[in-house]
């Protein structure tokens, strides 16, 4: 049973990973489509001698300490990729790129995020993920076309409530900071579709994130939730709930109006039974919920009313 749960599991990233790969790359791809001759460079001179409107440059794992200062002669980039390195401060000729709409920066030693971020209005897609940033600007929320923001892995308290801005938002990496609330208009990000603030401190489901209204994938393992709000109910469009490793004791009965939930996972919490008119739940096709304290007629009951989904329980 555990390697079926572990297979689960490994379906489940990969769906994620050519989610974000497939966000990340289709400027690209389309521009190699129209243009085949369009070169990803690894080193600024060499770009700026063979093509100094060159469109993308991929300087992950060089195990840089800064960039080349020339960098921002390269005025047309719109591609740029500095992970893995060894960057510690953002160097000013980023800034100056201002065709610049992917920028991966992740796996560096960064502390901060300047103000000056907010003057890369082109921004699709923003990866920034594991640093050492404790603090998010309120200019973040000038990048009105990001689509795509990872700031996981970092020391993150709060997020700004400019974060509300980008309106355009549709994935939003959280997960593994040190978050215990997030702005109250969260609301406004009309077009979010996937949602992670797992291993953060959240205690409680804020009836605002209900309002997401196009919200797929939501995404709470590993806080400290004892209740769910009924206003769950609200997100019609949730595909994927993780809940994984809280502290609940029930779930509301509003849980089973999800009629497009496809997977559910409840494992190590303190749940005893799940709602009634779980058949409502008819498009749910994997449901984990592993380490709760589920009698055995409880299972037989949760077996029997979805027949066609894939049930792990202890």
């Known amino acids: 049973m555990h390697s079926n749960v572990r297979l689960v599991f490994s379906i489940y990233s990969m769906k994620f990973i050519l989610f974000l790969l497939i966000l ?8 190699q489509m129209i243009d085949p001759t369009i070169i990803i460079y690894d080193n600024v001179q060499q770009a700026l001698a063979t093509d100094p409107e060159a469109f993308a440059l991929n300087l992950r794992d060089k195990n840089l300490f ?10 047309e980039l719109n591609f740029l990729n500095l992970m893995r390195n060894k960057l510690e401060r953002w160097d000013d000729g980023i800034f100056k790129l201002n065709k610049l709409a992917y920028l991966n920066i992740r796996d560096n030693k960064l502390t901060c995020i300047p103000e000056d971020i907010g003057r890369l209005r082109e921004l699709v897609s923003l990866d ?3 640093n050492h940033i404790s603090t998010i600007p309120k200019e973040i929320g000038s990048l009105k076309k990001l ?20 309106k355009n938002l549709e994935v939003l990496e959280l997960q ?5 609330q997030l702005p109250g208009n ?18 409680v489901f804020e009836t605002d994130w209900s309002d997401l209204k196009n919200l797929e994938e939501l995404n709470l ?11 769950i109910s609200r997100l019609k469009k949730l595909k994927t709930l993780i809940l994984t490793q809280n502290k609940l004791v029930s779930l509301p009965s509003s849980i089973t109006e999800l009629e497009n939930l496809e997977i559910l996972i409840l494992s190590n919490n303190q749940l005893k039974e799940m709602p009634l008119s779980l058949a409502r739940l008819n498009k749910l096709t994997i449901l984990i919920a592993l380490g709760n304290n589920f009698s055995e007629t409880e299972k037989e009951r949760i077996k029997k009313e979805l027949p066609n989904c894939s049930i792990y329980l202890d």
């Open 66 to 75: 800064q960039l080349d200062k020339d960098i921002s002669k390269l005025s």
């Open 176 to 180: 593994n900071n040190q978050l215990s």
């Open 186 to 203: 969260m609301a406004r990000l009309k077009r979010l579709k996937h949602l992670n603030l797992g291993y953060n401190q959240f205690n």
């Open 221 to 231: 393992e590993f806080n400290m939730l004892r209740t769910l709000p009924s206003a």
């Open 147 to 166: 689509r795509y923001l990872n700031i996981s892995l970092n020391y993150l308290v709060d997020m700004p409530t400019s974060i509300t801005n980008c």
């Open 24 to 31: 990340i790359l289709s400027r690209l791809c389309q521009a």
């Open 128 to 130: 920034i993920a594991k």
